[in-house]
């Protein structure tokens, strides 16, 4: 099943505008092999865009901007929006990356609730 003309359109945008693309290893996996020589409307700001990969096991990371985070999730997201705070963050991934976004986002309700 295609996407829309306005769903692409609004897809692209967001990925457009991205501050990084945060991902887990095996999201990551295939993107160095494949973004370098697509075409299309995807593949500008999916080489230009900083890309943050989240894996305990991924030695070496050589396509374009692209980190590699390992340890605490949520402390390496909670940097990653301090560092990239002009734009937002992209995260695309499997279990650990939402395990990671959701233990940050239960850390910064019982923080509110404190204050």
Do not use: C
């Not at 505008?17 to 409307?41: D, E, I, K, Q």
């Not at 999730?73 to 695309?92: C, G, I």
């Amino acid at each position: 099943m295609g996407r829309s003309d306005d769903g692409a359109s609004g897809l692209l945008r967001i990925v457009s505008t991205a501050g990084a693309h945060l991902v887990a290893a095996a999201t990551y996996a295939g993107w160095p092999t494949h973004w370098p020589n697509a075409s299309g409307s995807f593949a500008r700001p999916m080489n230009e865009i900083p890309k943050v990969v989240f894996s305990d096991s991924l030695a070496s990371a050589d396509w374009g901007q692209t980190t590699i985070a390992t340890g605490d999730l949520a402390q390496a997201v909670t940097r990653f929006k301090q560092e990239r705070s002009d734009a937002y963050l992209l995260a695309q991934g499997g279990i650990r990356l939402v395990g990671g976004a959701l233990s940050l986002s239960q850390r910064s309700r019982e923080r509110r609730r404190r204050r």
